[in-house]
């Protein structure tokens, strides 16, 4: 292994402080939507949000995920039809009453129109094991690990470059390994909808928990 010089420039503390408050500020704006615009998103805005999430630290520098960005209209049809059928199976069988009534606030049901409606899907997939060319395996360590982060990183680049985003989880999620034909190495991790949000779109009136609730000074 070779190692090259850092080339890390310190922020003076008057400047991390503005820069610091400025960003939490701006991420405490964020918000998960469900209703979107059909407005283009620049190509280039989302591959670069990407981008910025490949830079996320992972263990051993495996860099276990991978990144589907879906536009084409016919492809986000066939994801709708096929996570409204596991969401049909979820509200009708599969959830406790517990957990359909933690959800009943929130608005959710079956219906997913936001899969057609939002200019970008993005599939997030995490890889269980690496696989070169000829077919030998290898470890991918802490995978979800490095992939939740990597997510985070995606969601907050999104946000300030002025987009909504909405992070869908259908369950089970094997039919995005199917339609967006990824390899038997790779599970889907999560399915981010991204775009404007409508003009008349509305959010639930939730409040986060109180800082010194999360945080513990020591």
């Not at 993005?122 to 395996?137: C, L, V």
């Not at 775009?195 to 986060?208: K, L, Q, W």
């Amino acid at each position: 292994m070779t190692f090259v010089p850092l080339g890390f420039k310190r922020t003076k503390p008057e400047a991390a402080t503005a820069f610091a408050s400025k960003h939490a500020v701006m991420m405490a704006q964020r918000r998960s939507v469900r209703t979107f615009s059909r407005d283009p998103v620049p190509e280039s805005v989302i591959l670069d949000c990407v981008r910025a999430a490949c830079t996320a630290p992972s263990g051993a520098n495996c860099q276990p995920w991978h990144f589907v960005v879906v536009s084409d209209a016919a492809k986000k049809r066939d994801i709708r039809i096929a996570a409204e059928a596991e969401e049909r199976a979820f509200y009708e069988r599969r959830a406790s009453q517990e957990w359909l009534e933690a959800l009943a606030p929130l608005g959710t049901d079956a219906e997913k129109p936001f899969l057609e409606v939002a200019p970008y899907l993005i599939a997030i997939f995490q890889e269980r094991f690496a696989q070169d060319e000829a077919g030998a395996k290898s470890k991918n360590y802490y995978a979800p690990e490095s992939v939740g982060i990597a997510t985070g990183i995606l969601i907050g680049a999104l946000h300030q470059a002025g987009l909504a985003c909405l992070t869908h989880t259908p369950s089970p999620m094997g039919f995005l390994q199917n339609a967006l034909g990824r390899p038997v190495n790779e599970r889907p991790f999560l399915l981010l909808v991204v775009g404007y949000p409508a003009e008349d779109a509305e959010v639930p009136d939730i409040t986060r928990k109180p800082f010194d609730q999360v945080v513990t000074q020591i």
